[in-house]
């Protein structure tokens, strides 16, 4: 029987997570010593603001992926609603994706540090 809808969409969602991020970020987001960030601490804060959510789109391992702009936003709506578990989450959209990728981060770890600063005031 093939899944269909939501359910073939959270799939591939899935799929394409362990295919392209979980090499760095692991299966459960939680990242690797001296690699790859714990997706899930402050996950729900970035999810909550514009900047955060610009983080997840533009991160070199998102914005450089062959993945499609509508196959990176179910991939991060995977990862809000499996890995970070914040299911109130606004859903990304094909379109969100396609406003912010262009825009490249050159200094992740920078970049991610200040944001933590900024929205765990």
Known sequence: MQATGVLAQSNSARINYLLNCQGCHSADGKGSAGGAPDMTLYGKEFLQSAP??????????????????????????????????????????????????????????????????????
């Open 52 to 121: 955060g959510r610009r983080f997840f789109i533009q991160v070199p391992g998102s914005s450089n992926s062959s993945l499609s702009n509508l196959e990176l936003a179910d991939v991060l709506n995977f990862i809000a609603s499996e890995l970070i578990q914040y299911n109130e989450a606004i859903q990304f959209t094909e379109t969100e994706v396609e406003q912010y990728r262009g825009t490249k981060i050159s200094n992740v770890v920078e970049t991610r540090n200040q944001l933590i600063l900024e929205l765990v005031r």
